[in-house]
């Protein structure tokens, strides 16, 4: 056991003690035995569902972030991409006082660093990100200012908040209050232009912060009220990464019909369109079967998450983000199975070679190092396990 056990866990039981409540008790009001309860309290079991996090929160009559849901803290490994953070932060708080304090740009200048930090988020290449973000955050705003171009930037800034604000924050830890302002930058922008995929494009972004929170219900409402249709290739990749991103919030809300109506929606329209990369989406067959793995997951279905992922050859999709994403869930899954434990380490190693960030501040992946590092032998594994954890920022 390693001496901060869970994360997760740790705050699980500190709250379940406050509240003055028994074991028995709050893991009646959950659904899940006594003994499922203790063994995520000390970290025996990592807390790795969206579904099972809401329904102990209810248990315990906290919200969800107040569990995990909630990104991690900035302890969890010492990563470049770290030291960017307060000046995003600073130039969100500028733009939202309406003193973005940015330079004014051509749209053609500012068009060409959006596609910059977008390719550079797409390749994990998070610092890059963090080193340009802020100044362009305020640059396009102070543009937007002028009056001049109006219809191209609020375009750019609704791409460059959803796509590259919003979505560098989740992959680094960042609080969710953050990456909710970014979603919100974005949706103002989006509504402005009344555009229906720059609405389609900001929804995606304002689901996933509700998504975050645990607001699985208002999620669901805002990912069906865009209006996209599928009759071009644009409109088709929109559409089905908002029927992907609906059988996600589908399964973390238990509609196991409602998750496979979206996923064959989506399917469908991917066969369709074949790889693509419609508003930064990368939505294609490949990321389909990404999608189905997280998705699978969060109902719990590990044997059916690894047999999806066993189908799909990852040197075949599209891009570092979506590679790290497979090797992670393939591990995540690959370590609830019978005798795959040594193959679920090797997943999450190649998952981290692709992008640290994303295993390190992914709180369902960390919750499960904890646990592993627990269970872990003196073979290679086992000083695979111990290195990551170590990397990641978690004590042994």
């Known amino acids: 056991m390693t001496a901060e056990h869970s994360e997760i866990g740790r705050r699980l039981r500190q709250i379940r003690h406050l509240r003055g409540k028994t074991l028995a008790v709050i893991a009646g009001r959950a659904g899940i035995s006594a003994a499922h309860l203790s063994r995520l309290e000390s970290g025996e079991r990592a807390l790795d569902r969206r579904s099972l996090i809401v329904r102990l929160a209810e248990a315990l009559e906290v919200a969800p972030t107040d569990l995990a849901l909630a990104p991690v803290a900035h302890s969890a490994g010492d990563l470049a991409e770290d030291r960017f953070l307060g000046e995003v932060r600073l130039a969100l708080l500028a733009v939202n006082v309406h003193e973005p304090g940015g330079r004014t740009g051509s749209p053609e200048e500012l068009s060409a660093r959006v596609d910059e930090v977008l390719t550079a988020q797409r390749d994990c290449r998070y610092d890059r990100v963090g080193a340009v973000l802020p100044g362009l955050i305020r640059d396009l705003h102070t543009t937007l200012a002028t009056g001049r171009d109006e219809g191209r930037l609020l375009r750019l800034l609704t791409l460059l908040h959803v796509q590259g604000t919003q979505a560098w924050l989740m992959d680094i830890g960042a609080p969710l209050d953050l990456g909710w ?35 699985f219900d208002l999620a669901a409402r805002v990912l069906s009220a865009p209006q996209v249709g599928t009759a071009g290739s644009v409109e088709s990749q929109v559409s089905g990464m908002l029927s992907l991103t609906s059988s996600l919030v589908s399964a973390a809300a238990g509609d196991q019909a409602g998750r496979a109506a979206a996923l064959a929606h989506a399917a469908e329209l991917a066969e369709r369109t074949g790889e693509g990369n419609a508003l930064w989406f990368g939505f294609g067959p490949g990321n389909v079967g990404v999608w189905r793995m997280a998705v699978a997951l969060e109902s719990g279905e590990h044997a059916e998450a690894a047999r999806i992922a066993e189908a799909i050859d990852p040197t075949t999709l599209p891009s570092p983000t979506r590679q790290a994403a497979y090797w992670r869930d393939y591990g995540r899954a690959l370590a609830r199975l019978p005798k795959r434990l040594d193959d679920a380490v090797v997943a999450i190693r190649n998952a981290e070679l692709i992008s640290p960030a994303r295993v390190y501040r992914h709180p369902f992946t960390r919750s499960l190092l904890v646990e ?5 032998t003196r073979n290679a594994a086992g000083r695979e396990l111990r290195g990551m954890a170590y990397r990641a920022g978690l004590s042994l």
């Open 181 to 215: 302002q970014a979603a919100t930058l974005a949706r103002q922008a989006a509504e402005r232009l009344d555009e229906p995929l720059l609405l389609a494009l900001s929804a995606f972004g304002t689901a996933f912060g509700l998504l975050g929170a645990g607001a």
């Open 372 to 376: 592993l590092v627990a269970k872990a």
